[in-house]
């Protein structure tokens, strides 16, 4: 079973919808999980972490569910500037050597 | 502003050459890391280094070497290049902490001939 497991997608979806990204992860151990978005030919960039009670930081909220290791993303109202690929990162042994990149879910919003 | 560059961007190299990839950042970050990305797969750790004189194997780490003599700097070295190296190169910093932040670098495009 692979480490972290995204949906690839594409997620092709209108403007103003609703849209949930889901993650797997296998390592029981994990420490710290988060979602970084990388725009086409360009370098990552952290969206947001993803903490055990659940944040949400304007229109994107990330859930953690521990006991299913699962990890989730909602955006609300996309917009045109949202689609990007949504990479879910797991930090599996407590240190920044231990970083583990899902390959990414593609998103597209149209107008 | 504190930023992290990569040279050169792009690279075409043939089969057997030495290629240096240079990774500089200004964030006086401790921990520097080199990632692959190729389609198919997310983000590969090559090698990392969480300070001065400290580098570490990573996941995909044969055929390549790192070297860390000052914080700024990690450059990334392939030994004797092969077709199976082509492909975009990340550089990344962060401070100490496990859950903290990743800064990338804009990426270097390898590709070898």
């Known amino acids: 079973r692979k480490e972290v497991e995204q949906d690839p997608g594409p997620f092709n979806v209108p403007e103003g919808a609703t849209v949930a990204f889901n993650c797997t992860y296998s390592?029981?151990?994990?420490?710290?999980f988060f979602w970084y978005r990388q725009d086409c030919r360009k370098e990552p960039k952290l969206l947001m972490s993803?903490?055990?009670s659940g944040n949400e930081d304007g229109r994107f909220t990330a859930q953690l569910n521990r006991a299913s290791q699962y990890i989730s993303l909602l955006i609300r109202d996309s917009k045109l500037s949202d689609s990007a690929t949504y990479l879910c990162v797991v930090n599996v042994g407590g240190s920044q050597g231990n970083l583990i990149f899902g390959k990414g879910t593609k998103l597209s919003v149209k107008p | 502003d504190a930023e992290i560059t990569q040279s050169p961007r792009h690279k075409i190299t043939e089969t057997g050459r030495q290629v240096t990839l240079a990774c500089h950042q200004t964030w006086n970050h401790n921990n520097m890391f080199w990632y692959r990305q190729d389609l198919g797969h997310g983000l590969r750790l090559i090698h990392y280094?969480?300070?001065?004189?400290?580098?570490n194997k990573g996941e995909v780490s044969d055929g390549y070497s790192v070297s860390r003599s000052n914080t700024e700097d990690l450059p990334l070295t392939l030994e004797s290049a092969a077709s199976s190296q082509t492909s975009v190169y990340f550089c990344?910093?962060?401070?100490?902490?496990?859950?903290?932040?990743?800064?990338f670098g804009p990426g270097t495009r390898l590709t070898v001939l």
């Open positions: 280094s969480y300070g001065v004189q400290d580098t």
């Open positions: 993803v903490y055990s």
């Open positions: 990344a910093s962060s401070e100490s902490l496990a859950n903290n932040e990743q800064f």
């Open positions: 390592n029981s151990a994990s420490q710290s």
